[in-house]
């Protein structure tokens, strides 16, 4: 199987002068269960090369056993270094694609018509698509073959409004992922704060938060046994 993870490239927290980008946790958990599927894994960004880091995601309260694993991955490394740009990415190579969040994807992901184009091309291609935490705020464009939302009338989970008051940043992102998939028609649901969460509808596979992104590769991992 073939895996492409879809990382940001911005690095800006808004105007408050901070840093952003990917959460560490929510690329590597994923990785290696992809990686210890046998999967053969690409890391593709809107501007290629490497992606911006959210510093925070690497403290020490927030590393994990996968997060420390990527770290002294050389190989997991060379990937990063050198993601492919976004706009030269064929889905018909891949077989699935994965969202990892942080906040970055909430300003260019979001509004990027590589990545709007490439997941429509995967869902009508019955490929299943999966985003964690902030990524599935990259759907609020994405529409079906109908030109409906594509969450419209769908189940899905990402980052709430009380995790995202939680970190003092409500009034800094250009949106919260919960009320803009409420917005675009999705039947949203969620769990408790900071607990692993997914939800699955059809090709759609999205998780609430950082904890949630090793349950929502797996589910990725047997959706994709399961239709083979």
């Known amino acids: 199987m073939k895996v492409l993870m879809v990382l940001t490239s911005h690095d800006r927290l808004g105007e408050t002068g901070r840093k952003t980008g990917f959460w560490l946790e929510e690329l590597a958990a994923p990785y290696y269960v992809f990686k210890d ?3 053969d894994i690409t890391l593709a960004s809107p501007a290629g090369g490497k992606p911006p880091l959210d510093p925070k995601s690497n403290e020490p309260d927030f590393q994990t056993e996968a997060t420390r694993r990527f770290e002294a991955d050389s190989e997991a490394a060379e990937a990063l270094a050198n993601t492919v740009k976004l706009d030269a990415v064929d889905a018909d190579d891949f077989d699935t694609v994965f ?3 942080g906040h970055g ?3 260019d992901l979001a ?8 997941i429509e091309r995967f869902i009508g291609a019955n490929k299943p698509v999966a985003l ?6 990259v759907l609020r464009h994405v529409t079906g073959a109908d030109g409906r939302p594509l ?4 189940t899905v989970t990402g980052f709430t409004n009380t995790e995202e008051a939680a970190v003092g940043l409500t009034e800094v992102v250009p949106f919260l992922v919960e009320d803009e998939l409420k917005a675009k028609g999705g039947l949203y649901s969620s769990g408790p704060d900071w607990g692993s969460y997914i939800v ?3 090709l759609l596979i999205t998780g ?11 589910r990725l991992v047997e959706d994709l046994a399961t239709a083979a």
């Open 37 to 39: 599927a046998g999967y």
């Open 99 to 101: 969202y990892p969040g």
């Open 105 to 107: 994807p909430l300003w």
């Open 111 to 118: 509004e990027s018509a590589a990545s709007i184009a490439l």
């Open 132 to 137: 964690v935490c902030h990524a599935p705020g």
């Open 151 to 154: 969450v419209e009338g769908r």
């Open 200 to 202: 699955q509808d059809g």
């Open 208 to 218: 609430q938060n950082p904890a949630s992104s090793t349950a929502a590769a797996r």
